[in-house]
C-alpha cells in the first residue's frame, strides 16, 4: 500500500487492523482479475463520506467494511482445498456456471465491489467526455436516453442485482444481472466487458433511500467517475 492509500484508509476510520493487513496493494479491477487466494480488498480510493450526498458515509462504511469484506471472506473459504484454490478470479468468474454457488456468489461479490468503487468518485460535475460521450450518443441517442435507458434496467431488476452498460464487439449496451452475477460469467444472459456497473442491492442504499430506489439511481449520476469509465471502454 502507498502512502496515499494508506492515509485514505486511515481517513475512513471505521477499519478493523485485521482489515488494513489486508490493504497490501492497491489496485483496480484489471489487477483483481489476475488475483489468486487468498483474495484481498482494495483499499477505497477514497474516503467513506466522500459519496455524499449521493451516497452516505454509514452505506458506504457498512457496503465495504462489511458486506464486500464478507465476500472475500466467503470466497476464500469456499474455495479453501477445492479446485478453484489455483484459478485466479478472472478464470472463477468466467466459468462461474461450474463453479458451486458460494464460489459463484461470492466471486462475483468480490469482483463486483471492487469495480463499483472505482467507477466512482467524489462528485465533479461533469459528464462523459471524447470517446465515451460518442459511444453514447451514437449508440443511445444522447446522454439523457442513456441514462434513461441504464436507470430503466437498474429500477427494473427485481430483487437484488446490478445494472450495467457494457462494450461488446465495438458496441455498447445496457442490461443488468441477478445477485453478484456479472457480464463476464459463462451463464449471463448479458454478456460483455463492463464498463459502468450500479449495486442495486438494498444494502447499497436502503438506509438513506429506504423503497425509493429510484432516488438513488439518480443520485448515483452525481457521483460516477467517467474518468475510469473511459479507461475501461478503452480496455474493452
Ligand atoms: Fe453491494
Redesign the pocket.
Same mark, same amino acid.
Given at each position: 500500500m502507498n502512502r496515499t492509500d494508506f492515509l485514505r484508509t486511515l481517513a475512513g476510520g471505521a477499519l478493523t487492523a485485521g482489515a488494513l493487513a489486508n490493504h497490501t496493494f492497491a489496485g483496480n479491477s484489471g489487477t483483481i482479475l489476475v488475483e489468486t487466494a487468498p483474495f484481498k480488498q482494495n483499499p477505497l480510493p477514497y474516503d467513506f463520506a466522500a459519496l455524499e450526498p449521493s451516497i452516505d458515509k454509514m452505506t458506504m462504511e457498512i +457496503?465495504y467494511g462489511k +458486506? @464486500?469484506a464478507a465476500y472475500v471472506k466467503n470466497l476464500n473459504d469456499a474455495v479453501k482445498g477445492t479446485e478453484f484454490e489455483k484459478k485466479s478470479l478472472e478464470e472463477i468468474i468466467k466459468s462461474a456456471g461450474k463453479a458451486p454457488a458460494a464460489i459463484r456468489n461470492n466471486g462475483g461479490?468480490h469482483w463486483? @465491489?471492487t469495480f463499483?468503487w472505482e467507477v466512482m468518485g467524489p462528485k465533479k460535475g461533469n459528464g462523459p467526455t471524447g470517446a465515451v460521450s460518442d459511444a453514447i450518443n451514437a449508440q443511445f441517442g444522447s446522454l439523457d436516453k442513456f441514462k434513461e435507458e441504464f436507470g430503466k434496467a437498474a429500477t427494473t431488476r427485481f430483487g437484488s442485482g446490478w445494472a450495467w452498460l457494457v462494450a461488446k464487439g465495438g458496441k455498447l449496451s445496457v442490461g443488468s444481472t441477478p445477485n453478484q452475477d456479472n457480464p463476464l460469467m459463462d451463464v449471463s444472459e448479458l454478456k460483455g466487458t463492463p464498463i459502468l456497473g450500479l449495486?442495486v442491492?438494498e +444494502?447499497?442504499y436502503y438506509l438513506h433511500y429506504q423503497n425509493k430506489r429510484p432516488d438513488y439511481i439518480k443520485a448515483f449520476w452525481d457521483v460516477v467517475n467517467w474518468e475510469k469509465v473511459a479507461k475501461n471502454m478503452k480496455k474493452a
Open positions: +457496503h +458486506h @464486500h461479490g463486483n @465491489h463499483f449495486d442491492w +444494502h447499497a
